[in-house]
């Protein structure tokens, strides 16, 4: 038997993707929604490369009573208005908006990192998915932090445009375009011109003078990994359509070598350790499109603080950083919670 799944949002970037990723894991489903907002209700979407199609409903009018998980991808405005509808329901939501993530009664989950939290979903019916950047972050910080306990982080982040949505896809397009013709690339979803450029700003701006996008990184990665550890976070948004890199500074209680952090996160859950000290011998942006694993590469020893390492991380921030994680919950909360048949 499988379950009946609602992914709301379905037309927009991350919920095809996972539409596209709950056909690719063959997750078990005896039916399946497609909800997104009145102006794409009729719609028709494809069903990852099934062949099946699907009509879009309209959100405002779905009924959540009887289904068992809905994936939702529809931003903060619309999931306030309709998460509490579905957990009431009795559907487990599953929301990919940064509205509930901060909630202490609602669990923040990367299941490679803290699987066990998923225990807590039944206070609200509702369980976070983490920022992009977050969840790549501490997929590759957890088997590091479990051999030799980490105390401080320093990463920089270089985010593809596509966490931007759709409307950040279409501007760099287009002002690269322009550029290469000679018209105007003026902006309009980001502050400054992203083709050619890279701009340290994403989100709001919060009164010590860092972002909110830094913000979520620093307490989404102590509430999901240890709240005792240190992070400090300079976002980024770079001309990459798809793909989020790091650059990551992680300072350790306990002494661990750069051959030791490799071998661990050689054999760790979700990672892929491409790191061979020579042309090429790294994961770029580009490379990880499309694919499930978060890759890190470049490990190395810090001389500058007495147990010290830097990394270089890369994951599509589509698969990963949103859809991939979603589906990777409904899978966990399907194993633990929902068991079928």
Known sequence: MGYRVVVVGATGNVGREMLNILAEREFPIDELAAVASPRSTGDEIEFGETGKMLKVKNIEHFDFSGWDIALFAAGSGPTQIYAPKAAAAGCVVIDNSSLYRMDPDVPLIVPEVNPDAIDGYK?????????????????????????ATIKRVVVATYQS??????????????????????????????????????????????????????????????????????????????????????????????????????????????????????????????????????????????????????????SDNLRKGAALNAVQIAELLGRRHLKKG
């Open 161 to 314: 445009v596509s966490g931007a949505g759709k409307e950040g896809m279409d501007e760099l397009f287009e002002q690269s375009r322009n550029i290469f013709v000679g018209d105007p690339a003026e902006p309009k979803k980001f502050t400054k011109q992203i083709a050619f450029n890279v701009i340290p700003h994403i989100d709001v701006f919060l009164d010590d003078g860092s972002t909110k996008e830094e913000w979520k990184m620093v307490v989404e990665t102590k509430k999901i990994l240890d709240p005792k550890i240190k992070v400090t976070a300079t976002c980024v948004r770079v001309p990459v359509f798809v793909g989020h890199s790091e650059a990551v500074n992680i300072e350790f209680e306990d002494e661990i070598s750069a051959r030791k952090a490799q071998s661990i996160l050689r054999e760790a859950p979700g990672i892929m350790l491409v790191d061979k000290r020579e042309d090429g011998g790294y994961v770029t942006p580009i490379e990880c499109v499309g694919d499930y694993a978060t890759f890190v590469s470049r490990v190395r020893e810090d001389s500058t603080v007495e147990n010290g390492l830097s990394l270089w991380c890369v």
């Open 123 to 147: 206070k609200k019916n509702i369980i976070a998915n983490p920022n992009c950047s977050t969840a790549q972050l501490v997929v590759a910080l957890k088997p590091l932090h479990d051999a």
